[in-house]
């Protein structure tokens, strides 16, 4: 085996992605990130390029590939409300088959998988905080279905691929994550009241703002799943990862207009169909088996979000043209099967 670990990230171009790229390049792996570029950017991990380590493909992970690999990170989902129900039954086939491939290439390489599952695993949950052994209370039918239904099933997947094949599997379970990066047009709450603040435009709050969500700052989150990809343990099932630190949506739109010294005002909008009342992780499992737990306080990781949004942060263009092409003999060397298999696909 070289000594360099060989790492895919898949959906590696999008806002929690670019951060594990941008660490396993830090501690000397190599990556290859795969993204279709759908709702992430090339421009978030040009900063990447520089090194010969690092290569990026454009690829849809619905379509079977292959790589030399010894680790993935499967990231690849639509993960704001407005995107993945854009385009409702790509999301859940992303979800489904995209998993489906990931799983077999971890198989077949014997590599580790990571999969990005979700609180929303746990729907409107009717316990609280949420702990891991809690099954859910998810509409199966309604307009949030595609993400949540197509994350559970990736569990599903995950763990009868550890039954049945023996793959080596970690599912991170992750709460609201929010940080530079993300794209200011996203739709999701932090990103857009920040951006909103910034303009003294309107904060639209969704219902009377009395429901609650659990933030967690990025680099927190990257840390907890490098943290679980590392462990040793192949059965350790499926681990929460976010701050328990509770908000109310309204405290947060107040807090974001104070921090920014905005002239912006809140006004209340329809609260979407089955948008969760309540949510906090239980993170007893992650501080026992990994040692980890967040460490930056919702206050200061506000701060330097907003102290990022207002210095500009690139704003994501869909094109594929921009991208890298494969650069340097080991970059060659991991992706070129991805490239023929593709080849023989086309
Ligand atoms: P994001 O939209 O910024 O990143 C997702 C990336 O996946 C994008 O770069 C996108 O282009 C890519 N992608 C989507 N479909 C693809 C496909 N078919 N093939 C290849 N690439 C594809 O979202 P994010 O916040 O970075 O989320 C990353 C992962 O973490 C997702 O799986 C999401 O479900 C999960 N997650 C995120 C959060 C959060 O708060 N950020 C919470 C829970 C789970
Ligand atoms: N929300 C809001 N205004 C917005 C966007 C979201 O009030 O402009 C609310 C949304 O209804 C939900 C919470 O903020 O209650 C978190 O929404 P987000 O889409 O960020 O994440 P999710 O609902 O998937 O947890």
């Known amino acids: ?27 000397g792996a190599q990556v290859l990130c795969l993204d279709d570029f759908s709702t992430g950017s ?70 580790k998988i990571l999969q990005a599952s979700t609180s929303e695993v746990y729907g409107d949950p009717e316990i609280h905080p949420q702990t891991e052994g809690y099954w859910g209370h998810v509409n199966p039918i309604g307009p949030r279905s595609c993400y949540d239904e197509g994350k559970r099933c990736a569990e599903t997947l995950s763990v009868d691929y550890s039954r049945q094949y023996g793959a080596r599997i970690r599912i991170a379970r992750i709460f609201n994550t929010y940080g530079p990066r993300m794209r200011p047009d996203d739709g ?29 700052y990025v680099d927190d989150l990257i840390d907890g799943i490098t943290r679980l990809m590392n462990l ?20 947060l739109a107040k807090t974001i207009v104070r921090l920014t010294q905005s002239s912006s005002r809140l006004v209340y909008r329809a609260l979407p169909q089955d948008d969760p009342r309540r949510r906090c992780p239980d993170i007893g499992r992650a501080r026992r088996i990994l040692g980890w737990e967040p460490r930056v306080r919702l206050h200061d990781g506000l701060e330097r979000t907003i102290e990022a949004f207002s210095r500009g942060i690139p704003s994501p263009s ?25 080849e023989k696909l086309a």
């Open 1 to 27: 085996m070289p000594l360099e670990r060989r790492v895919l990230v898949a959906g590696g171009a999008g806002f929690l992605g670019s951060y594990v790229c941008e660490r396993l390049i830090e501690e």
């Open 42 to 111: 090339p421009a978030n991990v040009a900063h990447l390029r520089r090194s010969a380590r690092f290569t990026l493909i454009q690829h849809d992970v619905t379509v079977p590939f292959s790589a030399d690999v010894d680790e993935i990170y499967n990231l690849a989902s639509p993960a704001s409300p407005p995107h993945y129900q854009r385009d409702p039954v790509k999301t859940a086939k992303t979800n489904l088959v995209g998993t489906l491939n990931l799983l077999e290439l971890a198989t077949e390489r014997k590599a």
């Open 188 to 216: 999701r709450v932090v990103s857009g009241f920040v951006r909103q603040a910034l303009a003294d435009e309107d904060i639209t709050v969704f219902g009377d703002g009395s429901q609650t969500r659990s933030f967690c």
């Open 232 to 251: 040793p343990d192949d059965r350790v099932g499926p681990v929460n990862l976010g701050n328990p630190e509770e908000v109310t949506i309204g405290v």
């Open 318 to 342: 869909n094109s594929a043209q921009s991208f890298d092409e494969p650069s340097g003999p080991t970059a060659y060397a991991l992706c070129s099967a991805v490239l023929r298999q593709n």
